[in-house]
């Protein structure tokens, strides 16, 4: 009778911690996958801005207004700032214990990983 309760009890035992193991590796793919989605559609934004400063720039050649290029200096600067702040937000996103699965710090980083 002992016997079977110890070999119960160790039978719960290593239940509970396989099924947290389990949790943890599904829960860190989830993340994963969220991450690369997330920066995969960050990339999408920030080629859609590339281009929109791309026609501005050209259309502003057209006209030749030497006034407004610095428009696009200023779009140029707003767009790396976008950049940080796209990232940093990220990764203040996902919980700390699992911010050891990130691979970036910054957009070139994060950029490298999904192309």
Do not use: H
């Amino acid at each position: 009778m002992l016997n079977s309760g110890i070999w119960f009890l160790t039978g719960a035992v290593c239940y509970v911690f396989l099924q947290k193991i389990l949790n943890t590796a599904k829960t860190v793919y989830i993340l994963q996958e969220s991450i690369d989605s997330s920066l995969r559609m960050l990339d999408g934004a920030d080629s859609a801005m590339g281009e929109a400063i791309k026609f501005k720039k050209d259309v502003i050649n057209k006209e030749k207004k030497p006034e407004a290029k610095e428009d696009i200096e200023k779009l140029k600067e707003v767009r790396e700032v976008w950049r940080a702040l796209s990232i940093i937000r990220l990764i203040n996103s996902v919980p700390e214990r699992y911010r050891i699965i990130l691979k970036f710090d910054n957009w070139r980083q994060a950029m490298r990983l999904i192309k």
